[in-house]
């Protein structure tokens, strides 16, 4: 029994990571403040002045935006002056705005620094020795940095990624950690680093536009949608209902966003509704609608105040409501002629009150940070146990026998037995470090579609310890269904757009899911996940088709942007490892 109380020990997470710990004390830089506040301003150009630096974020857009911003100079060094003249990027997705722009909209060769690039499903490398700009879970932290940069430090009481957001925190090896987020971190980040001795500096920002509420909603009526307005729901149905509705009552085109699309294509669409001559006046979007967008929103429509949590209706906290309501008005963006801020306000009156509430109350800290259970503490509990335990008993280890820290708790339970549970249930072979690797991937598990996908790839991999792309989408029927799409959306005009382009829509989200899932795969079992090149040229079809899909279900006569961005040449990984042995032959002949 003490063996099992051992394994599955987590009361000292501090010490999980001795090289942060042993080499010097840290100083912990925190950024604090309400959306639209230029809370990342400072730690971006403190990362940009660094001899090696790493920005780590909570999406692969905003990681994919640092990566090219840096490369192309547009980001000002910290001791750098910014020119007064220098014209702000209005793109940008980053909370940095400031009265002088450290994010430019044309780049600067003397600001430019070497960045790379490393998500859990792409890695783009420009040299060797340089900077880098990832997602958190992707953090290196055997590597020793100058500067880090950690942003949407709140994310770290997620209970299903916060322990990411723990491990890079308490793990990074770095003179000097800048955390971008909100408020209510503070108090939980100032408790975890007492054990560290580590020195902590906050540094507080306010809102740079004002925000208000309205004195009335919509009084349910939608033909009060304005141009400019986003109008947030919570589900995809309703989205796409919002959307139809809004367009034929008031005339406007709506572009959306939501969690199910993917970050390239809800940045198209966010492209869409900020362009002044788009056509497109409207957001309609889920409640995370702002994660990594740039939007110029002037007022905010709550559809309701409450939305399913997967078993009942509840209703949505102040912290949320605050969240969602705060993307309007942006610094900067909505120009000389909108300069009193953003709005906030409800579809129907009767839930004004309950935003308005939300809106004056302040922030409520953070309790606790979220631990992962990693793939050595769930071999070594399994070790302590009999042959062929259920998954629930091992679930119930971690639940019921593990040691906490008062900081810290357990990532979701319930989910992370689902997951595993639902790999188990398509393929019952796998090993033990094969099901942790299945359960750490992006796998669709909530989507249907996938199902069959899903179950085809395990059986190839374990039956033939290979999975060829094209072999596992032609047996598995999601070929034939994306064929199937691509051929239909030739001819969009004969396709009903009330159900049909919906249900395209969704063949299309879920072969975009499964690309991500064998990208994912195959970053760490490139010899079983070999077609790496089809897999990346085929997510970036799929991402056309989509569009196509969008735009037909508006049917509104427009071009998207043009991506005039410079392409920027890189490595592979498979070129880096090429390179590499070629090397190292040289070194024998």
Known sequence: M??????????????????????????????????NSGKTHNALRALAAARR?????????????????????????LGVDPEEDAEPDETSNIDAADASPSIRKHGSSKYARPCNMLTGEEQRIIQEDALLSCTVEMVPLVSAWDVAVIDEIQLIADPERGGAWTAALLGLNAVEVHLCG??????????????????????????????????????????????????????????FAAKKNIEKSTGLRCAVAYGRLPPEIRSEQAALFNRANSGYD?????????????????RIILAAVRKYDGHREVRLSDSQIKQIGGRAGRFGLLGQGDQGGGGVTTLDDADLPVVRQAMKEPFVPLRFASIHISGEKYISVMRTL????????VVDVFRYITKMDPCYEMQDLVKFRERIEYVDGLSDRLTIQERILMQLAPVPVRDPLAVEAIRTILSLYRVKLAVKLHEALQASGLSESYRNVKQRLKRVETVSKKTSLSEMLNVLETVHKILVMYLWLSYRQLV?????????????????????????LTMVSTDHPADSSEKMSYF????ILRRRTEKRGNNYT
């Open 386 to 393: 009999p042959p062929n335990v259920p998954v629930r008993v």
């Open 528 to 552: 079983a996940f070999p077609d790496q090149e089809e897999a990346f040229a085929m997510r970036s079809e799929a991402e056309e088709e989509m569009d196509k899909c969008l735009t037909a």
């Open 53 to 77: 630096g790493l920005y780590a974020g909570p999406l692969r857009l905003l990681a994919h935006e640092i990566w090219e911003r840096l490369n192309k100079g547009q980001i000002v060094p």
């Open 282 to 298: 409207v957001l309609v979007g889920s409640d995370a609608i702002g994660m990594g967008l740039n939007l110029k929103i002037k």
């Open 572 to 575: 592979t990984k498979q070129e």
């Open 182 to 239: 909100e408020e209510t971190a503070v108090p939980l980040v100032q408790r975890m680093l007492r054990d560290t001795g580590d020195e902590i500096i906050v540094n507080r920002y306010e809102r740079l536009t004002p925000l208000t509420v309205a004195e009335e909603g919509l009084h349910g009526d939608l033909s009060n949608v304005k141009k400019g307005d986003c109008f947030v729901t919570f589900s995809r149905s309703k989205i």
């Open 2 to 35: 003490s063996e099992l109380f051992q394994a599955a020990d987590h009361s000292q997470p501090t010490a999980w990571w001795p090289e942060a710990r042993k080499s010097r004390v840290r100083k912990i830089i925190m950024h604090v403040g309400p959306t």
